[in-house]
T-cell receptor, first 112, second 115 residues
Framework: SAVISQKPSRDICQRGTSLTIQCQVD?????MFWYRQQPGQSLTLIAT?????????ESGFVIDKFPISRPNLTFSTLTVSNMSPEDSSIYLC?????????FGSGTRLTVV | AQKVTQAQTEISVVEKEDVTLDCVYE???????LFWYKQPPSGELVFLIR??????QNEISGRYSWNFQKSTSSFNFTITASQVVDSAVYFC????????????FGSGTKLNVKP
């Protein structure tokens, strides 16, 4: 299965600022996925990032708030823009693997 | 409606007890995949098992076993002789079709194994 390196692992940010989360995969993958896990909750898909095309966002998530880049087949970024305390969550990237999806270690974001 | 339901929010057991985590899913697709993931306190998601809709055979892997029953739309997970290291949140998930384009996660079951 692919190995994902996700950065940063955690951050504390001021409201109104933006944070960019990076995911690097050790193999080429067509699709990468970004999830949000709010405190004590399950995972919710934010968007699907395909290389060479615009990301596809799920209902309730918009590009202005969560812009995504996918410059090549091994890398993607998710930016959480104009943050508010409600954005405090774990953000995870994921790629399909042989058995199931592989997830990054997550970014714990706290907005103060 | 929830596509994946994990009715047990939190379960506490004493070490060496057996414990079953329930998962009920809902889909109209004939082809789908079911998954279990473990999320320890460190936060990463660890893949445990994938099952496709055409394979109802139960599976055993060490102390872990899974019972897939299409008749009741359930995919339950049993840990035998639980250990403290099994303490984590366990998520059941569903992916419809062949493309793995979208996962539906259950709300998770937090398992506390006490020494």
């Amino acid at each position: 299965s692919a190995v994902i390196s996700q950065k940063p692992s955690r951050d504390i940010c001021q409201r109104g600022t933006s944070l960019t989360i990076q995911c690097q995969v050790d193999s080429q993958v067509t699709m990468m996925f970004w999830y949000r896990q709010q405190p004590g909750q399950s995972l919710t898909l934010i968007a699907t990032a395909n290389q060479g095309s615009e990301a596809t966002y799920e209902s309730g998530f918009v590009i202005d708030k969560f812009p995504i880049s996918r410059p090549n087949l091994t890398f993607s970024t998710l930016t959480v823009s104009n943050m508010s305390p409600e954005d405090s969550s774990i953000y995870l990237c994921s790629v399909p693997g042989d058995g199931g999806y592989t997830f990054g270690s997550g970014t714990r974001l706290t907005v103060v | 409606a929830q596509k994946v339901t994990q009715a047990q929010t939190e379960i506490s057991v004493v070490e060496k007890e057996d414990v079953t985590l329930d998962c009920v899913y809902e889909t109209r697709d004939t082809t789908y995949y079911l998954f279990w993931y473990k999320q320890p306190p460190s936060g990463e998601l660890v893949f445990l098992i994938r099952r496709n809709s055409f394979d109802e055979q139960n599976e055993i892997s060490g102390r872990y076993s899974w019972n897939f029953q299409k008749s009741t739309s359930s995919f339950n997970f049993t840990i035998t002789a639980s250990q403290v290291v099994d303490s984590a949140v366990y998520f059941c998930a569903l992916s419809e079709g062949y493309n793995f384009n979208k996962f539906y996660f259950g709300s998770g079951t937090k398992l506390n194994v006490k020494p």
